[in-house]
């Protein structure tokens, strides 16, 4: 009962909706990105581990990237295509 008369008393103080004015939106652009990237360029990255709530930081360079991203894809694929085993 308490609990009530203090959540109606606060809600007496507060603006009624339309009185409120709604805040303006704020349109911001992306930072430019970088022209052309090397291969050779070092680009790190968060990820997440299995296990773990805290990601990891891990720094590679791009063709180190894009080599890992090849490989990822291929494992997925052959997983995909196997067929599944009977027991």
Do not use: Y
Request: glycine share 4%; with cysteine; aromatic share 2%.
């Amino acid at each position: 009962m308490l609990a009530m008369l203090i959540v109606v008393a606060h809600l007496a103080g507060q603006p009624a909706a339309e009185d409120v004015e709604a805040p303006a939106l704020r349109t911001t652009t992306a930072p430019k990105a970088p022209d052309r990237i090397r291969k050779d360029d070092l680009v790190c990255r968060k990820e997440a581990l299995v296990g773990t709530r805290m990601p990891v930081r891990i720094c590679l360079t791009q063709g180190e990237w894009t080599e890992r991203g090849i490989e990822d894809r291929d494992k997925v694929e052959k997983a995909q295509s196997q067929k599944p085993a009977l027991f």
